[in-house]
């Protein structure tokens, strides 16, 4: 729970800073470029505004309220792990799988992208003056890539979290899941969006080439580039987006089933009653003195 408000916490300064950021490039501007940039940006912030906000209120558990939470039971009355969560184990095994399987490319390239610019000493040099000319276009480049590996790290630690606690079938599954959900739901949608920004800005940066006087192999040079690079970023989009539709399945029936509420209710505190003497009732001890 604590790390997942930190997450939340996260989102929700990230969120604020894209608002700001996306506030002062729509008023500074062009308009007729930076408005769609604007825009998405805008988009991107609420959506790290809102799924900040829902994460933190689903990661306190201080008072029941989810349906399980409500429905106290004693360990052997609780039915073990059958019918349609075997469905949910699988999908945790198998959607983080699939996800690195459906994106070896995209992160192979990334690899290869990174290992350049270390050849090409960009790092070494970031201090230099006027290094900012070259590394913040970097960084919006960036930006799409790391968002949908944020969004793939976020499926794998949702499935290394999530699968313990269904098998020992603890009463937090279920408000973890939620908050986990939430976050990995927000994440695929920024990196939809970062993905449509970075299409714009390439876009952009195609017709300024064409209308420069670069010699035509510098620009094929240049539009190889970006056509490498918008491939790679829209590639990892679908299986993101049905990587999140798998956990998004499950949360209908995680919410209000039956099995569901049975399997993680509360754990009723095995406390022994004391059998009251009856004859202790009916003769209490005489009173001291």
């Known amino acids: 729970m604590w790390a997942l408000r930190l997450t939340a916490t996260a989102m929700q300064v990230a969120g604020a800073a894209l608002l700001v950021a996306g506030v002062t490039l729509l008023l500074l501007a062009p308009a007729d470029l930076t408005r769609p940039i604007a825009v998405h940006s805008m988009q991107i912030a609420a959506a790290f505004m809102a799924g900040g906000a829902a994460t933190r209120f689903f990661s306190r558990s201080r008072r029941p309220g989810l349906p399980n939470e409500q429905t106290a039971l ?20 198998a959607a ?24 090409l000493g960009i790092w070494e040099t970031a201090n230099a003056n006027g290094s900012g000319l070259i ?32 098998i020992l079938r603890h009463p937090i599954l279920v408000r973890v899941y939620v908050a986990l959900t939430i976050v990995i739901a927000t994440l695929a949608f920024v990196s939809w969006r970062g993905v449509n920004v970075a299409l714009v800005a390439a876009g952009a940066l195609q017709n300024a080439v064409d209308a420069s006087s670069t010699t035509s192999e ?3 040079q240049i539009g190889n580039g970006i056509t490498r690079y918008t491939s790679a970023i829209r590639m990892a989009l679908p299986p993101l987006l049905w990587a999140m539709l798998a956990y998004l399945v499950w949360l209908p029936p995680l919410l209000m089933s039956r099995r569901s509420r ?28």
């Not at 970097?138 to 630690?157: D, K, R, W």
């Not at 009916?282 to 001291?288: C, E, I, K």
């Open 74 to 93: 004693p360990d052997t009355q609780r039915p073990r792990i059958g019918g349609w969560l075997y469905g949910l184990a699988v999908t945790l095994v």
């Open 96 to 119: 983080p799988v699939l996800l690195l399987v459906r994106l070896q490319p995209h992160l192979v390239e990334g690899r290869r992208v990174i290992d350049r610019l270390a050849t």
């Open 135 to 166: 590394l913040l276009p970097l960084a919006g480049a960036f930006t799409p890539p790391a968002l949908e590996l944020a969004t793939v790290m976020s499926c794998i630690g949702a499935s290394l979290v999530l699968l313990p606690l269904l």
């Open 262 to 289: 049975a399997t993680f209710a509360a754990r009723a505190e095995h406390a022994a009653t004391s059998r009251l003497d009856v004859e202790a009732v009916t003769s209490p001890p005489p009173f001291p003195g």
């Open 218 to 220: 510098e620009a094929a």
